[in-house]
């Protein structure tokens, strides 16, 4: 069993001694699922990149936007949305903890 919420508080405060404002850590590998902690400092990002075949993100705590070429999607504290298939990056808004959900391979079932 896995404490979301600790690990959470553990990569944010990690976070904020990266210079970067981020922090992240797969948690979970189930054949092609995986979940990931990300925890960003307030103004910072994860640059543009390619969204995998399936997935979602979980706000945890804090405010947050995915933002792709058709806008942006803001998310707060309890709030899930899917993660659209195009490129996409992801800011904060203030500090936040979010749980991303992705299926790597649904060809195969591999990972």
Sequence with gaps: ?????????????????NPHGRSAHTFLREGPLRQAIIALTAGSALGEHEAPPAASLHVLSGRVRIMDEEGAIG?????????????????????????LTTVVDLASGAG
């Design 1 to 17: 069993m896995i404490d979301v919420l600790a690990l959470g508080e553990e990569h944010l405060a990690l976070a904020r001694e």
């Design 75 to 99: 998310l707060a504290t309890g709030q899930i949305a899917p993660i659209p298939l195009l490129r996409h990056s992801l800011e904060a808004d203030e500090d936040s903890v979010v749980v």
